[in-house]
């Protein structure tokens, strides 16, 4: 890392300049963050586990035909992604009740919404991430109507995805954010993409049969047991052995060394849909 240029740093990630034009290293951190920041610690492994995650999950939307920007893992810590441009939204699904929700319109936690919501968050820390409606977004010119038709239809079809993944290991989907990027072709050509991560980080993840909270919760509440939560949804899902590899604040090198890469391998194969309501056409030289 010393050698590569830093593009980025933000709470949980360093983005990096990537090997090659068009892509970037994002670098999963091991700080541990809550209420925009106020809270801090560092978690160790935590950044090793979300990382595995993330680039578990994000395969496994590409197959549905969820377009992201996961192109592969390098190692424990790190991931080759595409270089997009980041649509400053914070895009939330709910499931049940949970969190900000629950304050804001008196529910109980726990409740189960009728159908599942999707609340807007405009990403600005110094403003606290305030809640958005689709008009700000569309009069802002944070993003077009072409491109929050396309973000909602996204989201709600990983939603349905997440939802029989994460019942398949005994776990309800309480929420999770989403970010998307821009990609521009070589002749002006729009794509979205799904950005950033999908891990305990930015889900709400609940036990099916006890309720215990599997996520970030954990560090919010002061519950204790992050890291052991967060290595129970990498174990359900297969993606570190029987035990976990961290123990007693210590990673186990030697195994977390040892575990697979995961590489996203329709992503380069994939030919995306462009956001744009004509065709790009190939310039014509002029003789």
């Excluded at 680039?55 to 192109?71: D, N, Q, R, V, Y």
């Excluded at 992050?226 to 590899?245: D, F, S, T």
Aim: with cysteine; proline share 4%; aromatic share 8%.
């Amino acid at each position: 890392m010393a050698n590569r240029r830093m593009i980025h740093e933000g709470k949980a990630k360093i983005i990096y300049e990537g090997p090659e034009p068009g892509t970037l290293v994002q670098y999963f951190k091991d700080d541990a963050t809550a209420f925009n920041g106020e809270k801090k610690d560092v978690i160790a492994g935590k950044g090793v586990l979300n990382n595995r995650i993330s680039s578990h999950i994000m395969t496994k939307l590409e197959a549905i035909g969820i377009p992201t920007h996961f192109l592969k893992s390098l190692n424990m810590r790190e991931q080759l992604v595409r270089e997009v441009e980041i649509i400053p939204i914070e895009v939330v699904v709910r499931n049940i009740a949970a969190g900000s929700i629950c304050k804001r319109l008196g529910l109980k936690e726990g409740t189960i919404l009728p159908q599942p919501v999707i609340e807007y968050y405009y990403k600005k820390d110094e403003l606290n991430d305030p809640m958005i409606s689709e008009h700000h977004i569309v009069t802002f010119g944070w993003a077009d109507i072409f491109e929050l038709e396309e973000m909602v239809a996204m989201s709600f079809r990983i939603n349905d995805y997440l939802n029989g993944m994460f019942a398949g290991i005994g776990l309800k989907l309480v929420d999770f954010k989403l970010e998307f990027g821009r990609l521009w072709g070589e002749y002006g050509e729009l794509y979205l993409l799904l950005a950033d991560e999908i891990s305990p980080d930015n889900c709400r993840l609940w036990d099916v049969n006890t309720n215990e909270k599997m996520d970030k919760d954990r560090f919010r509440q002061d519950l204790g047991g992050m890291i052991e939560a967060y290595q129970q949804v990498a174990e359900r899902l297969g993606l570190v052995p029987k035990g976990g590899i961290i123990e007693g604040g210590n990673i186990n090198e030697q195994v977390a060394a040892g575990l697979g890469e995961i590489e996203n391998e329709l992503a380069r194969e994939r030919r995306l849909r462009s956001l744009n309501k004509v065709k790009p056409q190939k310039p014509t030289s002029k003789g």
